[in-house]
């Protein structure tokens, strides 16, 4: 039972232009958000968290958006650069329980 | 400060052999997680310490498989009669609950 899950195991995008990575989940109780962003051979590194209290939360060029009634969720990185090329996560939790994780998709930002 | 440590960073063990996983988490961080990433898939759950004790051992995928964590601090993943299947990279991730994990760069187990 796959209660997160990235439908796009691979994304390609030009420096410069928008990155949007999709997420959706099955589990209504699910409270708490993050995504986390992955290099190979290290292990993966906190990007930003989202309540499900709010439906949009910011850090620099990093913008993650929480659509509740969708169970969906999205990041969007923007303008995209070459070192954000990695595998990004999403990962869901019920309060301070086990976060759950999807499949990842590798972002490629081509210059 | 020191981020979660593990070691080693590599281990290849013929099959049938015990191996032991070590994490030492950020200090003063009360929850560390085990996880394991199988080649080409995500992250799947083992277990969950809070403190010395394990609240949800659900995803550990055998009765090969034990954790356990001593003094708030360093944990040890075991895994004993080593299968193939078992190749993966394990995972380990503290935490200052609640909060985001904060994880360590693996080890990477090859069972031959």
């Known amino acids: 039972d796959q209660q997160v899950k990235q439908n796009s195991p691979s994304l390609s995008v030009q420096e410069g232009r928008i990155s949007i990575l999709n997420c959706d989940y099955t589990?209504?109780?699910?409270?708490?958000f993050l995504w986390y962003k992955k290099y190979p051979a290290e292990g993966p590194t906190f990007l930003i968290s989202?309540?499900?209290?709010?439906d949009k939360n910011e850090d620099g060029r990093f913008t993650v958006f929480l659509n509740k009634s969708a169970k969906h969720l999205s990041l969007h990185i923007v303008p995209s650069q070459p070192g954000d090329s990695a595998v990004y996560f999403c990962?869901?939790?019920?309060?301070?329980?086990?976060?759950?994780f999807g499949q990842g998709t590798r972002l490629t930002i081509n210059p | 400060g020191a981020g979660v440590s593990q070691s080693p960073s590599n281990k290849v063990t013929e099959k049938g052999k015990d191996v032991e996983l070590r994490c030492d988490p950020i200090?003063?961080?009360?929850?560390l997680y085990w996880y394991r990433q199988r080649l080409g898939q995500g992250l799947e759950f083992l277990i969950y310490?809070?403190?010395?004790?394990?609240?949800?051992k659900s995803g550990l995928p055998s009765d090969r498989f034990s954790a356990e964590r001593t003094g708030e601090s360093v944990s040890t993943l075991t895994i004993q009669r080593t299968q193939q299947e078992d190749s993966a990279v394990y995972l380990c991730?503290?935490?200052?609950?609640?909060?985001?994990?904060?994880f360590g760069n693996g080890t990477r187990l090859t069972v031959t």
């Open positions: 991730a503290s935490s200052d609950s609640p909060g985001p994990l904060h």
């Open positions: 589990n209504s109780m699910f409270d708490y």
């Open positions: 989202i309540s499900s209290i709010k």
């Open positions: 990962a869901a939790s019920k309060g301070a329980q086990k976060l759950v």
């Open positions: 200090s003063g961080h009360t929850a």
């Open positions: 310490f809070q403190g010395n004790s394990a609240p949800d």
